[in-house]
Every structure is written in structure tokens, then in C-alpha cells.
């Protein structure tokens, strides 16, 4: 009966250290929370950044629509629609050599905001302004990223 009782006390031992205890589980838990929190403010600031280059990129490549544009009616677009839909007077129409953007969605920035186009520019007062409002959507503020940057 001796042995019983010794086995039985080994095993209530072994028990005992066989799971964590709370703090040890909370602790674990707290050092999880922590290394997310770490990975989600990082992915966040690289998507930030990926955005607003897609922003620059896209703004480059309206640059080029609008010159390609100008190139062939002689003076710049009034609005960037003028680079999808055809003219309606039948001489401009026929030097439209579009459209210059291949849809709809080429005319909206990385946080879905229309591009913004002013002829002449308040930037380049000889030429025009091609601008993405940036990640605020408000127009005029420091995120704007529009084509008179040195990218």
C-alpha cells in the first residue's frame, strides 16, 4: 500500500509541473501581442509608401497622356476626361488620335480619388498640373503628389 500512496505522490508532483501557469501563459501571450503589433505597424508603413509611389508612377504616366495629347490637338486637354472620350467638333476629331488612357480607372489615384489636371498649372505656369490628392484626399495639403515633385 506504501507503494501506491508514493506513486500516487509522484504523480500528483509530475502534475503539477506538467502545465504553465497563468502568468506564464499571459506573459506568452502579452510578447504575441507585441511582435503583431510590431508586424502590422511595418506592413502598414510599406503599403503607405507602395501607394504613394503607384501615386508618382501614375502621375508620370499622365504626364506623358497629356503631351501625347497636346502633341496631337495643338493645345492642352480641358480636363482629364478629354484623354477618354473623343472630341465633338469633327475637326478636333480628327486630330484626336485616343483615346490616351485606357479606361476610366487610368483617371483615379492609388486611394481611388480622382487625378486633378489644371491648364496652366500653379506649378508649371507654362504648361499644366497633374496631381493626386494623396492618402488625406484633400487637395492642396502636403501629401498632394502631382507632377512639379523632383521625384
Not at 486630330?95 to 480619388?113: C, E, I, Q, T
Not at 505656369?125 to 497633374?130: A, E, I, N
Not at 494623396?134 to 507632377?147: E, K, L, R, Y
Request: aromatic share 8%; charged share 25%; no cysteine.
Amino acid at each position: 500500500m506504501k507503494k501506491f500512496q508514493i506513486r500516487k505522490a509522484r504523480t500528483r508532483a509530475g502534475m503539477a509541473h506538467a502545465g504553465f501557469t497563468l502568468m506564464e501563459v499571459l506573459l506568452v501571450l502579452v510578447i504575441l501581442v507585441i511582435l503583431a503589433s510590431l508586424a502590422i505597424s511595418t506592413y502598414r508603413g510599406v503599403q503607405n509608401r507602395a501607394l504613394k509611389d503607384a501615386a508618382k508612377t501614375k502621375v508620370g504616366i499622365l504626364a506623358g497622356q497629356i503631351d501625347t495629347y497636346q502633341l496631337h490637338m495643338r493645345n492642352f486637354p480641358t480636363g482629364l476626361r478629354d484623354l477618354l472620350d473623343k472630341p465633338g467638333d469633327p475637326r478636333a476629331a480628327d486630330r484626336w488620335a485616343g483615346p490616351y488612357v485606357k479606361d476610366a480607372s487610368s483617371l483615379r489615384d492609388p486611394w481611388d480619388n480622382d487625378f486633378r489636371l489644371a491648364v496652366p498649372g500653379k506649378h508649371n505656369t507654362d504648361s499644366y498640373d497633374v496631381w493626386s490628392v494623396g492618402p488625406d484626399g484633400q487637395d492642396g495639403t502636403a501629401d498632394d503628389i502631382g507632377n512639379w515633385e523632383n521625384t
